[in-house]
C-alpha cells in the first residue's frame, strides 16, 4: 500500500490523507507465542493479491526488531525466489551522497527582498563538503551561509523510511492467502502474584497475572497471544551453585508429581490468553490467569550462619510456606515471576509485607518464600572459645542466642553454614539435622517475648 | 471532587468494537506506605534521589458506561512499577492492565506521522511573511526529516530558512506520560468506587533521634530524653494530599525488576547534508551513550515554591531552652504488621512533590542511660589516641523504653549554659524491644589510650594497655581484646566472646592492664 501525493502544477492537497486517528496496520490475522526467554514468534497471515509471475512482495508492519534471518513465506502455489531485509536508510546525507552525479534545483532566496531565483546544480561530490556545478561554475553548497532549498527530484529507490523486509514470489497469481512467520527479540512475559495473607486464619488468597512487554517497535494489533512457560535452547547446564541457602529467593522446599489438564509444548506449559488483545510498541500489558481464594499457608522464620564466626545479632528472615497441590494448595503450576505479599493492617487496607522471586514450581510442590527481615526476631553469634587440639584440628564453640520481641512463641530454623563435610559436630544443646554435608540445621521454639540459646562444638580439620 | 472528567470515543484503538475512553484525572482519597530504601553506612535520605518505594492506595468514583471501556488512570506517581497495579472494585473485574509508554514528543509526531500529510510554514526574514505548503513525511525520524513537496524531496532545517511543521491532530497512541489504564466491561451504565493500588518508586523514610542527656552522674548512669522523627521524602513530581500516611519499619524483601517497557520519544535530531557550510563542522553525533541520569538540584538554591521540609506540629520553644527535643502534639501511631512495624500518621497530611516531611514518632523523656568510654586494642598503639564516648541503654518499659526502635540517625545534645548542644551525631540500627541500644556519641579529648608492647616470646606477647582521664569525675571504660588470651584476669571479662577489660579510671588518673597474648606457631 502505497500513499502517493499528486504533484503536478498548482496541486493543493485538500485533505489530510488520514485525518481520524491513525494510518491502519498492514499486518494480517497476527498470532504472537511469546517465550520467557526474550524470543517471539509472530505469525502474520494476510491476504495478499500476487501478479502472475515473479514480484517483489514488501511487508511493512513486520516486528521493527525482526531477525531477519527466520522469516518464511508459505502459501498455495508460492515459491521463494528471494529474501531481502533492507536497512539503509533514508537520510539527508544519504539522499545527497546518492545524488552525485545528478542534477538537484536549487532554491536561494534573496534575504533583503525575499525573492525566489531557481538554478538546476549538478552535485559533483558529497565528501565533508558538497561541491556542485552551476553553469560553468564549481561552488561549495551554502559556503555564502546564506538560505537555499535543495530539491530532489526523487529519492533513490533503495533508501527506505524504515527496515524493510521484502521477498521475491513466483506465483500462478490473484488472491492467496499467505503465512508469514518470524522471530523477533523484544517481546517477553514474567507473571506477577498477588498474594494477600492472613495471619490469624493462615491463608492466602493469590492472584496470578501474566505480564508482557513489547518493546519491538512495533504493535500488534488484534493479535491471538500464547505464552510458553520455560525457556527453549537454555536447559542442558546443570546447576553449578547450591542455591538452597540463597537468602533472598523463594524455593521449592519439595518438588511437585502432580499435573492437571493445562495444554502443553514438550515440557512447557502453554498459557493462551482468552481473548484477541492489541499489544502495542511500549507497552506493559498485564491478563490474569490464577485466582485462589484462601489456601492454607503458615509463616515461619529462618537464619543462616555463613562461618563459624561472632556476629551482631541479625535479624531472622521471616518465611511464608505454601503448597501448590490441588488438595491443601494453589492447585496449578506456577510460572517464574515474582511473588508480592500484603497483609491487611488494623485499619484492615492491605499493606506490602515484602516480594520473592519464584522460579517455575511443578503443581503439588511445597514452597516457602522469603518475604522479609523479622523486625523482632533476631539472632546474635557468639564464638565462645576456639582451640587448637594439634597443628590441624580446632575446636570451636559457638552459642546462638535467638531472641523475640513478639507476643507469641515462634519457631526458627537456625542454620549453620561451612562445614565443608569433615566438620564434626562434637557436642550440642539440642539435636540438630546435618542437611547437607556443609550444613547443619535446628529447629529452635522461641517463647513469645523470650530467648532460647542453642550451643554447639565444632571440631574442624584444615 | 469527581475522578470522571471526559467521555470521548476512542476511534481506530481496534476495529472491532468502540471501547470508550473513561479518564480518571486524580484520587478522592488516597493513602501512602513508605517503605526505607537501603541506605549504607547509615548515610541520610537524599531527598532529590529517594532509594526506597511506597504502597499508594487510591479511590476513584468512576462513571462507567456500557459495554467494552477503557479507565485510564492519571495522576499516579512516575515511578510506578506498573505490575504491581491492583485495581479493585469494577462491576466486571479487570479484563487487561495496560501500562502504554509512547509519550507525545517531537520524535513521537514525527514517527506516528510517516507517511502522512504535515504542514510547513516558512517565514521570510526580509518581510516576515509566511507561507503554507503540504508536504509528506518520507523518512523515519531517526537523525532527520525528508520531506515530499510539491517541487521534489526536500531535508527539513537543510535550507537555512526559518521553516515549521504542523501536525492536523494529535494521534490518538500517544500519551503526555506513561498511562496505567485498564479494560472493563459492564452490562449497564453503573458509578463504581475503583480502588487502585500500586507500589511506586521515589520515596524513602527513616527515624530521626534526638537524645537529650539530661543528667550525668559520677557513676556514669543517667537519663536521657529520646525523641524521633518520622522523616519521609517524596522525590517525585506527584503531590499526595490529605493522604492517609504510613512509613513501614523491618526489612522486606525486594527483587530485581523484571523487564520494563522503554518509553518512546524524545527530542527531534536533525542532521543535514555532509557539512551545512565548508567552515563549519556540524556537530557529529556518531555514538550516543545512555543519557545520565539529570543531576540533582542544588540543594543550596531551594526556591520558595518547593517547600523543602515540611514539620508538622512543632509548637515554639520558650525562651529558656530545656531540651532539644520538641513537644509533639501529633505523634505517629505504631502497630505490627505480620514482621513489620508499621506507623500511621493519625491525620491526614499532605506529601508533597519534592518535599520532605516530618512527623513525631516516639517521645520516651527519661529513658535510663549508662556512660562509658569504649576502644578495641586493635585501633589503638604507641600514640595516645581518643577513646568513645557511649550512651548504653537497654530497650525495656523498666529502662524508660520499651518500644521498636527503627534504624535512623541520631543527633545527642548535652545541656550547657548556652541550652542544649550538639555532642554527637550518629546512627542507630533497627532495635527490637528487649535489645541493647548503643549510641557513640563521639571521641573524648580527655579521656585516651595508649598500647604499647612489652615483651615477646615465641608463644607470648605482652602488651600494656594505659588509660589517662583528664575529666575530674571518674569514668567507665570498656577496652576489647579480640585475641586468645593467657591466664585469668578479674578485671578482663569475655563480652559475646570477646574479651574485654571494664573498670572505672578516676578523676584526673590513670589506669594500666597488661596482658598476654598466646601466639599459636606451627
Not at chain 2, 140 to 166: F, W
Not at chain 2, 372 to 393: D, F, I, K
Amino acid at each position: 500500500m502505497r500513499h502517493l501525493l499528486l504533484l503536478g502544477m498548482g496541486c493543493i492537497i485538500a485533505a489530510p490523507l488520514s485525518a481520524q486517528g491513525d494510518v491502519a496496520s498492514a499486518q494480517g490475522d497476527v498470532a504472537v507465542t511469546i517465550y520467557q526467554n526474550g524470543q517471539s514468534l509472530v505469525q502474520d497471515s494476510r491476504q495478499m493479491n500476487l501478479p502472475s509471475g515473479r514480484s517483489k512482495q514488501e511487508f511493512p508492519d513486520v516486528s521493527a526488531s525482526i531477525r531477519a534471518e527466520t522469516v518464511t513465506l508459505t502459501g498455495p502455489g508460492i515459491g521463494i525466489v528471494e529474501q531481502n531485509f533492507d536497512y539503509d536508510l533514508l537520510t539527508p546525507a544519504k539522499l545527497m551522497e546518492k545524488a552525485v552525479g545528478q542534477t538537484v534545483t536549487l532554491l536561494r532566496t534573496n534575504v533583503a527582498t525575499g525573492v525566489e531565483t531557481r538554478v538546476r546544480a549538478k552535485v559533483l561530490a558529497a565528501n565533508g563538503g558538497v561541491v556542485l556545478q552551476i553553469g560553468d561554475s564549481i561552488e561549495v553548497l551554502r559556503d555564502d551561509g546564506l538560505p537555499v532549498r535543495v530539491i530532489f527530484d526523487r529519492v533513490p529507490p533503495n533508501l527506505r523510511a524504515r527496515p524493510t523486509l521484502s521477498v521475491t514470489v513466483e506465483s500462478k497469481g490473484g488472491l492467496t492467502p499467505t503465512t508469514l512467520t518470524y522471530l523477533t527479540p523484544g517481546l517477553g512475559w514474567t507473571s506477577d502474584y498477588v498474594t494477600l495473607f492472613d495471619d490469624a486464619k493462615q491463608t492466602i488468597d493469590v492472584q496470578g497475572w501474566v505480564t508482557l512487554t513489547n518493546n519491538t517497535g512495533t504493535d500488534y494489533t488484534n493479535a491471538d497471544v500464547l505464552l510458553v512457560a520455560g525457556n527453549p535452547n537454555q536447559g542442558g547446564n546443570r546447576r553449578m551453585y547450591q542455591t538452597s541457602y540463597s537468602p533472598s529467593t523463594g524455593t521449592i522446599d519439595e518438588a511437585g508429581t502432580e499435573s492437571n489438564n493445562r495444554e502443553r509444548l514438550g515440557d512447557y506449559y502453554l498459557y493462551p490468553l482468552g481473548e484477541r488483545t492489541t499489544i502495542a510498541n511500549a507497552q506493559q500489558k498485564q491478563v490474569s490467569f490464577l485466582d485462589v481464594k484462601s489456601a492454607p499457608a503458615r509463616n515461619t522464620y529462618e537464619f543462616n550462619n555463613g562461618w563459624l564466626a561472632t556476629n551482631e545479632a541479625a535479624s531472622a528472615s521471616s518465611v511464608l510456606k505454601f503448597s501448590t497441590s490441588r488438595s491443601g494448595g494453589l492447585g496449578d503450576q506456577l510460572p517464574a515471576g515474582t511473588m508480592r505479599v500484603y497483609m491487611r493492617d488494623k485499619r484492615g487496607d492491605p499493606q506490602f509485607i515484602g516480594e520473592s522471586r519464584i522460579e517455575a514450581t511443578p503443581m503439588g510442590s511445597a514452597m516457602s518464600i522469603r518475604t522479609g527481615e523479622a523486625f523482632d526476631v533476631k539472632v546474635k553469634t557468639v564464638v565462645e572459645e576456639r582451640t587448637r587440639i594439634n597443628s590441624n584440628r580446632w575446636k570451636t564453640r559457638m552459642r546462638y542466642e535467638i531472641t523475640n520481641a513478639r507476643g507469641n512463641a515462634v519457631t526458627v530454623d537456625l542454620g549453620q553454614n561451612g562445614l565443608w563435610g569433615d566438620v564434626r559436630i562434637s557436642e550440642q544443646s539440642q539435636e540438630g539435622k546435618r542437611v547437607s554435608a556443609d550444613r547443619i540445621e535446628w529447629s529452635v521454639p522461641v517463647p513469645a517475648n523470650g530467648k532460647a540459646t542453642v550451643t554447639a562444638t565444632f571440631d574442624s580439620r584444615y | 471532587m469527581r475522578g470522571l472528567v471526559a467521555l470521548f470515543l476512542a476511534l481506530a484503538t481496534t476495529p472491532l468494537a468502540a471501547q470508550t475512553v473513561v479518564v480518571s484525572e486524580e484520587p478522592e482519597a488516597v493513602s501512602l506506605t513508605v517503605y526505607r530504601g537501603e541506605k549504607y553506612g547509615g548515610q541520610a535520605i537524599d531527598p532529590n534521589w529517594p532509594t526506597g518505594y511506597a504502597l499508594v492506595t487510591e479511590t476513584r468514583t468512576l462513571t462507567i458506561p456500557a459495554g467494552e471501556s477503557v479507565i485510564r488512570f492519571e495522576g499516579v506517581a512516575e515511578g510506578m512499577f506498573p505490575e504491581s497495579a491492583i485495581v479493585t472494585g469494577l462491576p466486571k473485574g479487570v479484563k487487561e492492565k495496560n501500562r502504554d509508554a509512547r509519550l507525545l514528543s517531537p520524535l513521537g509526531l514525527v514517527d506516528a506521522y510517516l507517511k502522512r500529510q504535515v504542514t510547513i510554514t516558512r517565514t521570510e526574514r526580509a518581510t516576515g511573511k509566511t507561507r503554507e505548503f503540504p508536504a509528506m513525511i518520507t523518512s523515519a525520524p531517526g537523525g532527520a526529516v525528508i520531506l515530499q513537496t510539491n517541487d521534489g524531496y526536500e531535508a527539513l532545517h537543510c535550507t537555512g530558512l526559518p521553516e515549521r511543521m504542523a501536525f492536523a491532530q494529535l494521534p490518538a497512541k500517544l500519551s503526555a506520560k506513561p498511562t496505567l489504564s485498564v479494560i472493563t466491561q459492564s452490562d449497564k451504565p453503573v458509578t463504581a468506587k475503583v480502588t487502585l493500588t500500586y507500589m511506586a518508586a521515589g520515596f524513602d523514610w527513616e527515624a530521626n533521634y534526638i537524645a537529650q542527656v539530661q543528667n550525668r552522674g559520677s557513676d556514669g548512669k543517667g537519663k536521657v530524653d529520646l525523641f524521633a522523627w518520622l522523616t519521609l521524602a517524596n522525590g517525585g513530581n506527584q503531590s499526595f494530599t490529605n493522604a492517609n500516611t504510613m512509613a513501614i519499619a523491618g526489612k522486606p524483601n525486594r527483587e530485581n525488576n523484571g523487564p520494563q517497557v522503554k518509553p518512546t520519544g524524545g527530542s527531534l535530531e536533525l542532521k543535514c547534508w555532509p557539512n551545512q557550510r565548508t567552515h563549519e563542522v556540524p556537530y557529529n553525533l556518531g555514538y550516543f551513550p545512555a543519557p545520565p541520569p539529570p543531576p540533582p538540584a542544588p540543594a543550596a538554591y531551594m526556591d520558595e515554591e518547593s517547600d523543602s521540609i515540611v514539620v508538622t506540629a512543632q509548637r515554639m520553644r520558650g525562651e529558656s531552652l530545656a531540651s532539644y527535643s520538641p513537644v509533639a502534639v501529633v505523634v505517629a501511631e505504631q502497630e505490627n504488621l505480620g514482621d513489620l512495624k508499621l506507623y500511621r500518621i493519625p491525620e491526614p497530611v499532605t506529601v508533597n512533590a519534592k518535599g520532605q516531611k516530618q512527623v513525631a514518632m516516639l517521645v520516651k523523656p527519661g529513658a535510663a542511660f549508662t556512660h562509658h568510654y569504649s576502644a578495641s586494642v586493635e585501633n589503638y598503639g604507641a600514640q595516645s589516641e581518643p577513646m568513645t564516648l557511649m550512651l548504653r541503654g537497654k530497650n525495656t518499659t523498666d529502662k524508660g523504653l520499651g518500644l521498636p526502635m527503627p534504624q535512623g540517625q541520631v543527633m545527642v545534645f548535652e545541656n550547657s549554659e548556652y541550652g542544649p548542644l550538639l555532642t554527637g551525631e550518629t546512627t542507630l540500627n533497627d532495635r527490637a524491644v528487649g535489645e541493647d541500644v548503643e549510641i557513640a556519641v563521639g571521641t573524648s579529648v580527655d579521656v585516651r589510650m595508649t598500647v604499647t608492647p612489652q615483651s615477646e616470646k615465641a608463644n607470648n606477647q605482652r602488651w600494656e594497655i594505659k588509660v589517662t582521664n583528664a575529666r575530674n569525675t571518674p569514668v567507665n571504660i570498656e577496652v576489647e581484646i579480640p585475641y586468645e588470651l593467657r591466664g585469668k584476669s578479674k578485671a578482663v571479662t569475655k563480652i559475646s566472646g570477646v574479651p574485654t577489660w571494664k573498670t572505672t579510671v578516676a578523676g584526673n588518673d590513670s589506669a594500666t592492664l597488661s596482658y598476654d597474648i598466646k601466639l599459636e606457631r606451627d
